[in-house]
């Protein structure tokens, strides 16, 4: 293992940031202490710091030498609505919000490398260090780069990580191409005719669409996709009737769509509609499909994955090192900031041993082990991909 000396030397205090960043979660786009706290960090390290980018987002500039060579690395801000049961000593004060993800701990990593990058100045170039708010459902990633981030910051490539307790402690995973999923939500209303329950065929009755319509969407993924293609339809909600002698007027199913290709989400779409439109017009009613596209697939470039794997072996030996793992279906915003330069996130693993708490679990907490880890990493790659300062 190959910790960057002055990462090894902030070890203790990396803990302390990490212990507070976890006891006063905040959620999306209110991250207003947070925020104050890293800006307050990174100014202290001497970084030049601004703040206000998709409101609670904070963008420190380290400038060393004249080469316009520059990356981002960026980390994320935001805490959950699930009420901590981890019991540890640092747990939430700030009831029904959580750390549930690790975002403490990648604020935390991406702060020391900050701090360990001032000190050691070998480089020639720019780094941006991107704290992003509202990874959550909200797309904080997404209002960043629609405010400017890349036009005030131009980096030529931009590098994401996530700390990943299935992937054991001290090991790293990244793919070139689709790494987590696109993930799309939908509703469809289904309106028939009321009725006695014992008069059904007064009626039109909308549980018999809600009964077929589960059914026939997931012939999408068997029946219309190629079998080498990835794809989930998920009905995730039924609502509808109050009692049990009525048959009632509507019912409603929600859920979600995940991909990672832009002709397989067209084409779930599409289907979707032709099963909703075609089976309400079977039993005479009418029903409606509101398909909102969310997140986008998480895809890496090829380059820059050579170059995560690249850092990443330099710091946990290539062995520890997977260029291939099976990809989630899970999805992830940073994947907005690809779109629009190239990159790589990749999978920081966590794991300390088979019961470790997934992420989003309350009774995850980060695991301090790693921090030292990620943060080697993001100074390892930094220093590879920027050329050298002139002596
Ligand atoms: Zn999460
Ligand atoms: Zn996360």
């Keep these: 293992m190959n910790i960057v000396p002055e990462i090894a030397a902030l070890d203790t205090e990396m803990r302390g940031w990490r212990h507070h960043l976890h006891a006063h979660p905040e959620t999306a786009f209110e991250e207003a202490a947070t925020s104050a706290y890293v800006a307050d960090k990174l100014r202290s390290f001497g970084l030049d710091v601004h703040t206000g980018l998709a409101k609670t987002g904070v963008v420190a500039v380290l ?8 990356i981002g690395l960026r980390a994320d ?5 699930i009420h901590e049961q981890t019991g540890v000593p640092h747990a939430s004060v700030n009831a029904g919000r959580m750390h549930a993800c690790g975002h403490d701990g990648h604020t935390t990593m991406l702060l020391a490398a900050a701090k360990a990058m001032t000190e050691r100045r070998n480089f020639d170039g720019t780094l941006y260090f991107i704290f992003q708010p509202a990874e959550e459902n909200e797309g904080g990633g997404r209002v960043m780069v629609e ?4 036009d005030r910051f131009p980096v030529r490539a931009v590098y994401g990580m996530h700390n990943w307790p299935r992937l054991p402690a001290g090991t790293f995973a990244m793919r070139e191409g689709p790494l987590m999923a696109a993930s799309d939500t939908f509703e469809i209303v289904a309106t028939g005719k009321g009725a006695h329950a014992a008069m059904a065929y007064q009626g039109k009755d909308p549980m018999l669409f809600a009964a077929h ?4 969407l997931q012939t999408i993924v068997s029946r219309n996709l190629h079998p080498l293609e990835s794809g989930v339809v998920s009905v995730t909600q039924v609502h509808g009737g109050d009692t049990w002698n009525v048959i009632p007027e509507q019912v409603l199913l929600r859920g979600t769509v995940r991909t990672f290709r832009d002709d397989v989400q067209a ?5 979707m509609r032709v099963l909703v439109d075609g089976i309400a017009a079977m039993f005479e009613m009418t ?10 697939a998480t895809v890496n470039s090829a380059a820059e994955t050579a170059h995560a794997a690249r850092a990443a072996a330099a710091v946990v030996g290539a062995d520890s090192v997977d260029t291939n793992p099976t990809p989630e279906m899970g999805s992830e915003d940073f ?8 990159g790589c996130y990749v999978w920081l693993g966590a794991g300390h041993g088979p019961d470790t ?27 590879q991909q920027l050329p050298r300062a002139a002596a």
Excluded: K
């Excluded at 400038?63 to 520059?70: K, L, P």
């Design 77 to 81: 801000l935001d805490a959950l609505h």
């Design 147 to 150: 405010e400017g981030l890349f």
């Design 357 to 383: 708490p997934n992420i989003h679990n309350p009774r995850y907490d980060f695991n301090d082990a790693v921090l030292p880890i990620g943060a080697s990493y993001w100074v390892t790659l930094a220093e």
């Design 335 to 342: 994947a907005f900031m690809l779109q629009r330069r190239p």
């Design 287 to 296: 029903a409606t499909l509101r398909y909102r596209r969310g997140y986008p």
């Design 267 to 271: 084409l779930i779409e599409r289907r």
């Design 63 to 70: 400038t060393n030498g004249r080469s316009d060579a520059a």
């Design 213 to 216: 319509a589960i059914h026939a």
